[in-house]
């Protein structure tokens, strides 16, 4: 909790999040290929590139799920290239799965509560049964009505839609308290009606959070994201404003011009 | 904190009274699911009425429950974290071993021979190897963990057959002398002493590992069992989690096995065998693991299909144990303790759609 940021620092829009010369090879192939990047604070970009670009490679090495080839990557200026998952939650950095990685066993209430009780230290407490810190476990409840999950909060979770359990997976990580919120397509395959939902829920976000968000869906992409890095092949293709991206016509080329054609 | 829940949203505070249900927070909810139900008061009853009801099988009924404290230490590791052992044996080994040799240095009289002193010191013998052996178990799949388990327990059962010197190698330890219980109660031909001794502490273990699920510690368990991915996502320290629930798991075996020596006054290489781990693993398996239940009914269940096929066809009895496990395996989840939940659930479920038109 301690790199969370304060209102003033925002203003100055400091790197949050930065990248050196990021490299992954899986074997033969080049996933992340030499990329250089910078997230400000307050961030609300996009990462958006055709499948097969590298964009969960990209995210997975921001988190610590997977560790680089070569390269650096620095939270606050401070080089976290070989900090562990936890570590790297710890200091503020929370994720969404493309796959979702949720307890099908337990319940959204108890799913949000376990990273409270991370977050506040009160996991370990191994004597006092669960719901006696009842502070938390309204918290989590609170959080779980603003995803609209509160008729859900005791089901079991493998039970849930597919779209409901896509709205859980992004309050796990907003139980965090994240400072860095890195969502890896949240929308996908999430119905029509629900989607709108989502980006509601991330544009109610503080503005000190810094938003990376992964989507195919330009429609959404142009919505919410100020700035936007295209990539392609492993490496950044181009980046720049919302603008910027829709008019260059590289990127209607390469990225835009598939997706018109694909929606054809 | 962050401002990120700065908004409480109308739909927290409003109470969800639309479904018309009484409004339950969400955190009594939680807490009920802690509270202690009228079936365990019913099966801690039958527990200390069998006293009476079988006066003659003291001796047995006590090795029933060791069997099932045994199994209710695997529950705490497979049930709850996940995490598949073919090797608990060793730590009950170990437990029995230690509780012997140091009531043996004792003598029968001198302190080391006090059984709840010889009950801490099983446990922390083998809580030690289980904290050792743990760093073991933290990496790989399944497959690598029950290699490592049964390759653990095979070392430690052939430590104790060859430290003839210390253990009195196959022929096991003997001069195995306990002093009285809290210096008043010794241990009788019967068994009486034994068994309430065994009860006592079998309970106590228990409501031990009933609090500990039932915490947020607990609850983290649950969850490196559904998905270590989001655990360590979440910033949990998975590793730590781990070896604390092995190390705890491995010294409630090994106070398991302390018992045994205690009460039958002897410690035997039978006691660290493979079959030990093995019978352990399946008893849980029969009972349902994840109800903290399954391993004492399964140990329950268990003796009595032994000694009713044993009666019958003694030389079978593995085949019948095959068979049932995996009728129980394929057809029901979670053994007899979710057979159990299972009835119940549809005689309720039966008897509310009678009330409600
Ligand atoms: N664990 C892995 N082992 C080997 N190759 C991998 C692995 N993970 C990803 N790749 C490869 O790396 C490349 C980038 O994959 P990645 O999943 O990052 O793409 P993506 O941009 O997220 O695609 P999508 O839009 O389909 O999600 C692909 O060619 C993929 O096959
Ligand atoms: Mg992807």
Known sequence: ?????????????????????????????????????????????????????????FVNQLSGVLLPTSGTILLNGVDITNWSVRARSRAGIARTFQINQLYADLTPLQSVLIAINERENAASSWFKPVGVRSDLVDEAAALLARLSLSDVIHARVGSLAYGRQRLLEIAIALAAKPQVLLLDEPAAGVPEGERDQILDVVAALPAHVSLILIEHDMDLVFRFAKTLSVLVNGALFVEGTRDEIANDPRVRQVYLGEEVISNV | MSAIDAKPPAEAAAPPAASGAPAVSPAARLLAGSRWRWYEFAFWGLALGSYFVFPNKLMLISEILILGLLA????????????????????????AYAAGLAAKYGAGAGPWSDPLLGLVIAAGAAGLVGFVTSFLVLRGSDLTRLMVTLGVALIVEEIVTQAKSVTGGSDGLQGVMSSNVLGMWSFDLY???????????????FWFCRRLVNSPFGLSLLAIKGNPLRARAIGMPVNARLVAIYTISAAIAGLAGGLLTQTTQFASPDMVAFHRSAD????????????????????????????????ITPQYWLFWVGLVLVLLVLFVRNGIVGLMANGWRRLTQKSHEGKNP
């Not at chain 1, 400091?14 to 899986?26: D, H, R």
């Not at chain 2, 693993?281 to 994840?290: E, K, M, N, R, T």
Request: charged letters at 10%; hydrophobic letters at 50%.
């Open chain 1, 1 to 57: 909790m301690s790199f969370v940021q304060t209102a003033a620092a925002v203003e100055t829009a400091s790197p949050v999040l930065q990248t050196k010369a990021l490299c992954k090879a899986f074997g033969g192939i080049t996933a992340t290929d030499n990329v250089t990047f910078s997230l400000p604070a307050g961030a609300r970009h996009a990462l958006i590139g055709p499948n097969g670009a590298g964009k969960t490679t």
């Open chain 2, 72 to 95: 209710l230490s695997i529950d705490l590791t497979l049930g709850y974290a996940g995490l598949v052992t073919l090797g608990q044996g060793a730590f009950f080994g170990v437990g």
């Open chain 2, 280 to 311: 352990s693993l399946l008893i849980l398996i029969f009972g349902g693991s994840g109800h903290l239940y399954g391993g004492l009914i399964g140990a329950v269940a268990f003796r009595i299909m032994q000694d009713f096929i044993g009666n």
């Open chain 2, 191 to 205: 068994g009486k002493t034994a068994f309430w001794y065994v009860l006592i502490v079998t309970f106590v273990c």
